[in-house]
């Protein structure tokens, strides 16, 4: 077998080193004019707006925020035993369904992030926007919130954000992360990396870093697809029991759980690898079940598709198929580090506890700070 050329070990280096490292309705809603008067509007903001909470609960089960090519936005959701549920946009009623419904909402004008409240007949809103920033320098910047946990609370959003790489990120989307408040870049890539490629931090911004890997390690591309897939599982099993990454993910849900430091970013290079053990670990600790938190880290294939795609085609077709189980999000990846974590802890809770250090007053305290009920 050949030896990997020049152009094939920088791709891997520098796309994948994580390896080593007006308003119309749907489905039933009723369309509403933007001034349409339901009362008082609830309080919203272009950032994170909090939820305030009732003894009812949020009743919905289901509920995203999609904006779409045009500019418009898809709001679904579904709220067993509600009868009705109107959608606020700058305070104004957009939109009304029912238990279940998808609304197509047109004609808002552009801001940096959208928010949506979704307001119930009974029990508590809930205030989501699309999970992606749709950053085009940085198209695996979104965020971490927006998910249901399985006693029924929610995530918020607009404090924890994963990413790729911030390096290359244009002086137009710096200004959108700096008009956004983020307080903390947290860097999980090696030393190498970091000067090869240096962040751009948006003004204001703390910049840390949290070394997963521990140290450089120069990367090689296997000679088979299969032997590049193996080695990437073998990396994940890393994650979850190698000092340098009990260290880094330590920092990581400490910084979540620290005010001053949210809303915070943090990444590696691809945002697939390092930062999506993290995002994993970070939903599963916070209550989200598995099959949720496995989409979460498969969407990456989405949304680097076009850039993963650029870069394949640079290699010959020998070398991008050693190339791509390295770009891939894949579930046996993310699987084998919750396997890791079974044959070292025993449990998800004993990784937390005795892996990454933190106490059940810890968890109570980031699980209050991160959650709404």
């Known amino acids: 077998m050949n030896s990997p050329s020049t152009a094939a070990v920088l791709s891997a280096r520098r796309i994948a080193i994580s390896f080593v490292a007006a308003v119309s309705a749907v489905g039933g809603a009723t369309p509403l ?9 609830p309080e919203t903001s272009q950032h994170a707006p909090r ?21 418009s936005f898809l709001v679904a959701w579904r709220a067993p035993g509600v009868a009705s549920v109107t959608v606020y946009a700058d305070g104004r009623a957009v939109a009304r369904g ?16 959208r928010w949506f409240r979704l307001v119930p007949d009974q029990g508590d809103p809930l205030t989501l926007a699309d999970r992606s920033l749709h950053l085009p320098s940085a198209p695996n910047f ?9 006693d029924g609370r929610w995530v918020k959003m607009g404090v924890l954000y994963r990413t790729n790489g911030l390096h290359g990120l244009s002086n137009a989307d710096l200004a959108v992360l700096q008009r956004l408040g983020i307080r903390t870049d947290l860097d999980l890539r090696m030393p190498a990396e970091r000067a090869e490629a240096p962040d751009r931090v948006p003004a204001g911004a703390h910049y840390v870093t949290a070394d997963v890997m521990g140290g450089d390690v120069d990367p090689v591309l296997p000679a088979t697809a299969a032997a590049s897939a193996r080695m990437m599982a073998g990396v994940y099993r890393t994650y979850v029991s190698k000092g340098s990454a009990l260290d880094a993910y330590r920092t990581l849900f400490r910084l979540a759980d620290t005010p001053e430091a949210v809303p915070m970013a943090f990444h590696c290079t691809g945002g697939k690898d390092r930062t999506g053990w993290g995002s994993a670990a970070l939903l599963t600790a916070l209550g989200v079940d598995r099959d949720t938190v496995m989409r979460d880290y498969l969407a990456t294939n989405d949304y680097m598709a076009a850039h993963n795609a650029e870069s394949l085609a640079k290699e010959t077709p020998a070398t991008a198929a050693r190339l791509k189980p390295i770009l891939d999000a894949r579930i046996r990846y993310l699987n084998t580090a919750f396997d890791e ?4 802890f025993g449990t998800f809770d004993t990784y937390l506890r005795q892996g990454l250090g933190l106490n059940q007053q810890d968890l109570a305290r980031l699980r209050e700070k991160l959650l709404v009920a």
Do not use: C, M, N, S
């Open 33 to 41: 004019a933007a001034a349409d008067p339901l009362g008082p509007p």
């Open 98 to 113: 029912g238990t279940e419904a998808r609304v197509t909402v047109r004609g808002l004008p552009a801001v940096d992030r």
């Open 142 to 150: 979104r965020d971490v919130g927006g998910y249901r946990t399985t």
């Open 341 to 344: 974590v079974k044959a070292e």
């Open 51 to 71: 939820t305030p909470l009732t003894a009812h609960g949020i009743p919905f089960t289901d509920a995203t925020v999609t904006q779409q090519e045009d500019g």
